[in-house]
């Protein structure tokens, strides 16, 4: 399986949440958590620590170089802390539910923030100082991939016929390429062109303003009917 094997994957997936969540009999929510956690095991699974076995261990060794074993343990384990702090975000918003659907959902939630949030370590075991500037742009990235296509109120505002599972597919697509973008370009220093990655990202992000945009389109033209 390759890069675009798997994002086929997340495209289908994406498009098929509404099926998947009728015929398991499950909750939109945990149908796309657990979609997204399976898409982001066979990224971290079968590329990272597979078939980028060598650059990944090229990797470690330059990071604990900068942040040696049993120092610095907040920022070696900083993605875990980054699961757990939105795991406990999660179950406060959810009035600290602790049914089976809700547990399962706090598992897909840690693992996914603890995957995407790792390849922020690339970013800071860099020589340069400069480093807050591509972990800003990744965190604004996933938060507005993630706000605009969980928000059903735009869908049922925008003007536009707009099926939610069309932004949750490019939702999918976004993670998983900004992912891997990172990775090759701060983790794996690879020699691969990461602006053609971030392009699709960007046209993924593209897709998901369209309802805001039209609504906004609609809000400001129904001021000057």
């Known amino acids: 399986m390759s890069q675009a094997s798997l994002l086929f994957l997340g495209l289908a997936l994406g498009l098929s949440t509404p099926l998947i969540s009728e015929t398991f009999e499950v909750s939109s929510v945990s149908a796309i958590l657990s979609c997204l956690f399976l898409l982001l095991f066979i990224q971290e699974s079968w590329f990272i620590q597979w078939k980028m076995r060598q650059e990944n261990v090229e990797f470690t060794r330059r990071f604990n170089r900068k942040f040696p074993p049993g120092e610095f343990s907040a920022v070696r384990y900083g993605p875990h802390f980054v699961g757990f702090f939105g795991v406990l975000l999660f179950m406060i918003f959810i009035d600290l539910r602790t049914d089976l659907i809700a547990i399962h959902a706090y598992i897909c939630l840690f693992f996914i923030l603890k995957l995407v949030s790792d390849p922020l370590l690339g970013c800071l075991a860099e020589q340069s100082k400069r480093f807050f500037q591509p972990v800003f742009a990744y965190v604004v990235i996933y938060i507005y991939a993630t706000t605009s296509s969980f928000d059903s109120a735009i869908f049922a505002l925008t003007p536009i016929p707009w099926p939610q599972s069309v932004s949750f597919a490019m939702f999918f697509l976004a993670v998983l390429q900004m992912r891997m973008a990172y ?29 805001r945009l039209a609504y906004a389109m609609d809000i400001l033209g129904s001021g000057l009917r």
Request: charged fraction near 15%; include cysteine.
């Open 183 to 211: 990775y090759q370009k701060f983790c794996f220093k690879s020699d691969i062109s990461v602006e053609g990655q971030l392009n699709f990202v960007l046209f993924s992000l593209l897709l998901l303003s369209f309802p």
